[in-house]
Every structure is written in structure tokens, then in C-alpha cells.
């Protein structure tokens, strides 16, 4: 892929670029569906024959590069970000931890792109593609999205996302891995198993975690979905544990000890030593 980008000829994607902008930013130009297919046909119209994938990480190491200086654009915001920047997390989270790959790879890939819209819009539906895009976006900017040092680890096996109340358990497997609660809007408990299957079957049928099951008996299963990853099964305890851990912090749940502990004790000023 790299070396396809490097042949990639700069001033003709920047010429598209210009052509089309219509005053929005790179970033804008790759990730409203609208806009970038608008920029693919006019590299095609300039007789450019590469993966849109190419292109399009073409432009944003132009941007990258500042060779766009000087460039301004109209601003792009949504008021209502807040209601969907969640299920944004979770999706970029879901393909970075199931496929290895970053969120410019995603957004560059209009196949990618569209099976991250699909999964956000599945946590927090009635938003655009472009919404959504640009959410994950605005949380790299603001360092809100940074590599889980859990990637870096150990590679799962696979990774899964369903909805409580649409998973059969006999397709989870046996083996150990981690798991997340999470609802629209937040994470709500993390956790490690030696048997995936035995542990979500337990938290499914009564959840010996009192926030969770309270939760689950207040909103139902219907209300909260699921993330699994099967780890190797060479794994050890301690590794996946510490795994486990990591996840925690990253993804912040409101039901597991650990954190719960820790934003109060924030939020009091802090824990004496």
C-alpha cells in the first residue's frame, strides 16, 4: 500500500482536490461520501487509475505534508455530536481491534468506511455517514482516540459484535478471551474470562456484578449490546488479565470497581495514599 502511495502523482490529486472542494477542508473532502465520490471521479477524469483506498490516503498526506498551505475551509461541526460520538468509539474501536488497522485506513476505504458507518449507526441510528465520520475524527484530533496499548499485545483470534438479546451462546466459543458491555451512550463493564461462553452466559442470565444486572433487569437485553475477543489459547492468566485491565482504562466502564473508584475518587479530590 505504501508503495502505492509514494507513485502516487501529488499534484494531480491536489489538482482534484481543488477542483471539488468547494472550500472544505481534506479531511471533509475524504470522509463526506458525497464530496469524495465527486473527488474519485475527477482522479479518474485526470487519468489517475488508483484504488480509491490510495487516493484518498493520497490527500491527506498532502494535508499531512502541509504541501496545502495556506489553504482555507468552511468549518465543519455538528450541535449534536455528543449524542452519537459513543457509538463512533465503539465501531473504530471494533474494526481497529478485529482487522489491525487505524482510522485512516477506514475512513480512506469506502468499503471500510461503510461497515463503520453500519456499526455506529446500529449503536445510535438516524445519523449521517458523514456524522459519524467526522465524530471519530474529532476524537483523534482532541487525543481522545489513541492506540489501545492492548493491539499491541497479543492479536485476538477474532473479534464480535452483536446485541445482548441477538446472540446465541452456543456461537461463542469456550475459550478465553475479553469481553465489553456497552449501551448507546457509554461502556458499562469490562471483563475477562477463561470460558467466554460460561462467563457472558452467567452475566446473561444474572450478572454477579450489581451495577450490571441491575442495569440489565432495569433496560433489558434489547438496550445493551456485546463485544467479545477470542484470545489464543496460549495465553496466559496474567497476560490476559493485565489485557483486561488495559481495556478498562481505555474504554472507561461505569460498573467495573476499578474505574468506578477512580472517577470518584476525582471527582473528591482524590484518594488519601
Not at 45 to 68: D, E, F, H, W, Y
Amino acid at each position: 500500500m505504501k508503495s502505492r502511495i509514494d507513485q502516487c502523482d501529488r499534484q494531480t490529486v491536489a489538482q482534484a482536490f481543488h477542483q471539488v472542494r468547494d472550500e472544505w477542508s481534506p479531511d471533509r473532502v475524504v470522509a463526506d461520501p458525497e464530496l469524495n465520490a465527486r473527488f474519485l471521479r475527477e482522479c479518474t477524469g485526470l487519468g489517475m487509475t488508483q484504488p480509491a483506498s490510495v487516493l484518498n490516503r493520497c490527500l491527506l498526506n498532502i494535508r499531512k505534508a502541509s504541501q496545502l498551505s495556506g489553504l482555507r475551509s468552511k468549518r465543519t461541526s455538528f450541535s449534536d455530536q455528543q449524542d452519537y460520538v459513543f457509538a463512533s468509539e465503539i465501531a473504530i474501536r471494533f474494526l481497529e481491534r478485529r482487522d489491525g488497522v487505524t482510522l485512516d485506513d477506514v475512513i480512506c476505504d469506502p468499503v471500510r468506511a461503510a461497515e463503520f458507518d453500519g456499526l455506529a449507526a446500529r449503536i445510535a441510528p438516524g445519523y449521517t455517514p458523514l456524522q459519524y465520520r467526522w465524530a471519530a475524527l474529532s476524537l483523534r484530533k482532541s487525543q481522545r482516540l489513541r492506540p489501545e496499548p492492548i493491539g499491541r499485545a497479543i492479536q485476538p483470534l477474532s473479534v464480535e459484535q452483536a446485541r445482548a438479546d441477538e446472540i446465541d451462546l452456543d456461537d461463542v466459543p469456550t475459550t478465553q478471551g475479553l469481553y465489553v458491555f456497552f449501551a448507546g451512550s457509554e461502556s458499562l463493564y469490562v471483563g475477562e474470562a477463561q470460558s467466554l461462553r460460561s462467563r457472558l452466559k452467567k452475566h446473561l442470565d444474572h450478572s454477579d456484578n450489581r451495577g450490571l444486572a441491575r442495569w440489565l433487569w432495569e433496560h433489558g437485553t434489547d438496550a445493551v449490546y456485546l463485544e467479545w475477543q477470542v484470545l489464543p489459547p496460549t495465553t496466559a492468566t496474567q497476560t490476559r488479565r493485565a489485557m483486561e485491565c488495559e481495556l478498562i482504562r481505555s474504554r472507561r466502564p461505569v460498573f467495573n470497581v476499578v474505574y468506578s473508584q477512580g472517577r470518584s475518587q476525582k471527582a473528591s479530590g482524590g484518594a488519601n495514599p
